[in-house]
């Protein structure tokens, strides 16, 4: 490997590795965070998407490792009803807002 391929890969972990950074400096506070994942996580895809050039072959790799984690780690009914209830987005329209997630609002007032 020669330098500049080693720059390059430099180069593709920290357009990858930033958003996440500002994700744990965002859940690190002594303020609740549950209600505010969700939407961290949104945008920290969508400003992975906005890094990479929204090159799909560019950041795809990224994302669908980013989804298998959250569908296995992190995925939990109690922080998909905090997302949907937080006051903070409840008067704005919900187009991202998916199935997934009334039915784990759902599945927690049950």
Known sequence: ???RD???HVLICMKAAQPF???LRLVDFDIPAMGFLYEYLR???????HNFGQLLASYEPILS???????????????????????QYEYR?????NIDIKMDLYHCIK
Not at 65 to 78: F, G, K, N, S, Y
Request: overall charge positive; some cysteine; proline content about 7%.
């Open 65 to 87: 490792i980013i989804d298998e984690r959250l569908a296995t780690q992190l995925h939990r009914p109690l922080h998909a009803a905090a997302y949907f209830l937080n006051p």
């Open 6 to 8: 080693f720059w390059s």
């Open 21 to 23: 950074i500002k994700v």
């Open 1 to 3: 490997m020669d330098c």
């Open 43 to 49: 945008q920290t895809k969508k400003k992975i998407k």
């Open 93 to 97: 329209s919900h187009p991202d807002y």
